[in-house]
């Protein structure tokens, strides 16, 4: 079964977007602090990062066979022109299927019928790839759920003061994770992971 995982850019303060689902021009400025090339399925797209980002990067990729997202995370980003950047298929979680798009394809797929159906699409699209989960509600609500393996940080040097978590309230707070189970120090982010404990 495929692994379940969600991964955030995140503040030292703990969030993954400022209360306005802004401030990326900081969270985000690692992916170009260096000099390595790291392309995305956009052509006019390409992060330039250290050596450990982009190997980091490449490997994310490389295992990651489906995303999941919320409508809002969709409507915010206008379906990334189409294709997400890292040109996967993702999986749209939603209470109603966007008008323009009356049938999936291999960009996008919604699932209509609650989060638990949407992970089963998931991991049936992802095969033995992993499924990566939107941080935030989405994320909350799969951790609510036990249905997440883990959870990795992309762990910038910057506070944001109020945002938005990287998983809210959850329901059976505190929980401790095991790890990190792995550590990549880049220029600008450590990237780190840890694995959930189920009881």
């Given amino acids: 079964m495929s692994k379940v995982t969600t991964g955030a850019t995140m503040s030292l303060d703990g969030f993954i977007a400022d209360a306005n689902h802004g401030g990326f021009d900081h969270l985000f400025?690692?992916?170009?602090?260096?000099d390595v090339e790291v392309p995305t399925g956009f052509p006019d797209m390409t992060f330039k990062v250290s050596a450990a980002s982009a190997e980091h990067l490449r490997q994310l990729i490389e295992r990651t066979g489906v995303l999941v997202v919320g409508r809002r995370?969709?409507?915010?980003?206008?379906?990334?022109?189409?294709?997400?950047?890292?040109?996967?298929?993702?999986?749209?979680?939603?209470h109603q299927r966007p008008e323009d798009r009356p049938e999936d394809d291999e960009n996008f797929v919604?699932?209509?019928?609650?989060?638990?159906?949407?992970?089963?699409?998931?991991?049936?699209i992802a095969g033995d790839k992993e499924v990566g989960v939107n941080g935030g509600e989405i994320a909350r609500q799969c951790f609510d759920a036990g249905l997440?393996?883990?959870?990795?940080?992309?762990?910038?040097?910057?506070?944001?003061?109020?945002?938005?978590?990287?998983?809210?309230?959850?329901?059976?707070?505190?929980?401790?994770?095991?790890?990190?189970?792995?550590?990549?120090?880049?220029?600008?982010?450590?990237?780190?992971?840890y694995r959930v404990v189920r009881k």
């Fill in 73 to 94: 995370l969709y409507d915010i980003t206008n379906g990334w022109g189409g294709r997400h950047p890292i040109d996967k298929t993702v999986v749209v979680v939603t």
């Fill in 110 to 124: 919604f699932v209509t019928t609650g989060l638990e159906d949407a992970i089963a699409k998931a991991r049936e």
């Fill in 148 to 193: 997440l393996d883990e959870v990795h940080v992309d762990l910038v040097p910057v506070f944001l003061g109020s945002g938005i978590p990287l998983l809210g309230q959850i329901k059976d707070a505190p929980v401790t994770l095991e790890g990190p189970i792995s550590v990549t120090e880049g220029k600008g982010v450590t990237h780190l992971a």
């Fill in 29 to 34: 400025a690692w992916y170009g602090a260096g």
